[in-house]
């Protein structure tokens, strides 16, 4: 039997589960479709072993998302479309073109520089790509080719927004200042308060959408992370309320037999000793 820690393994570990005869019944009728919605959790889990900085549950949790890039490839071989090694080939490959700085003759540029010289290579790699589709007689790939694409539509509508801003900033189409964004922001709010007094949800809907995208835009402009910002006030917010749970069943009661007063008296007993502490 081949060492656990071995990579091998595990692709003989999944070919086993995906054996028509004497594989797993859950695994065989498995789908990329089927499949795609657990990758997307798996790496939810990573980043959140990474927040808690429990590096015991990140090592089973880098696991789990390996499984999941052995799942894909395996189903991809099956199909005659590509297998595990040629994954490892083409991430190799990508990271060795994209660095030419570290691999190549491009020395001593900025962090800038680099970012830069990143974009460059990714819109060659593009068109070469768009260059062997022809060539091979395969469809050209549908979907937008401007500047705008390549932004995955799964990604979680805050990640997305920034990731939009961020391709659109390089062009030139940008706030100058976060103090811009922050206008921006009063504009959008004063719209949405117009939308709630005239009650239609379609209107209300879009206009909270727009100030959602502006607050992200404020995030990027003032260097915070908005998916990191989110996640740590909801943690926060998840801490302070445990606190009037817990409080309130000190006394015996529950959250349905207090009053908001007395949740919000509570509330900011959490608040003092978080910054007592």
């Given amino acids: 039997m081949a060492d656990s820690r071995d990579v091998a393994r595990l692709l003989e570990i999944m070919a086993a589960l995906r ?21 997307l959790e798996e ?27 052995a799942y894909h490839a395996r189903m991809a071989e099956e199909a005659g479309h ?8 083409a991430i190799n490959t990508k990271m060795v073109r994209r660095h030419p700085h570290v691999f190549g003759q491009a020395r001593d540029l900025s962090p800038e520089a680099v970012n830069a010289l990143w974009g460059q290579i990714k819109t060659e ?10 060539a091979a007689g395969r469809p050209i790939e549908t979907q937008d080719q401007g500047i705008l694409s390549g932004i995955p539509l799964p990604l979680p509508a805050l990640t997305r927004a920034l990731k939009l801003q961020e391709k659109a900033g390089t062009v030139g189409f940008d706030w100058q200042d976060a103090g811009a964004v922050l206008d921006k922001i009063r504009e959008e709010t004063a719209e949405v308060s117009e939308a709630l007094e005239a009650g239609g949800v379609e ?14 835009n404020l995030a990027r402009h003032a260097g915070v992370d908005p998916e990191t910002a989110l996640r740590g006030t909801n943690d926060k917010f998840t801490r302070r309320f445990r606190y009037i749970e817990k409080s309130l069943g000190a006394s015996e009661r529950t959250p349905e037999q207090a009053t908001l007063e007395e949740m919000e008296e509570l509330w900011q007993e959490a608040k003092q000793d978080e910054r007592r502490s």
């Fill in 82 to 89: 590509f297998a595990f090694p040629d994954v490892v080939e």
């Fill in 203 to 216: 209107a209300i809907r879009d206009e909270i959408g727009d100030l959602l995208f502006a607050v992200v």
């Fill in 125 to 134: 790699e593009k068109r070469e790509r768009a260059e062997r589709r022809a």
């Fill in 19 to 39: 054996d028509p005869a004497t594989g797993c019944p859950w695994d065989i009728v498995q789908t990329f479709e089927t499949i795609a919605p657990y990758t």
């Fill in 43 to 69: 790496a939810y889990e990573v980043a959140d072993a990474v927040a808690r900085n429990d590096f015991d549950d990140l090592r089973e949790e880098l696991g789990d998302l390996l499984l999941q890039v």
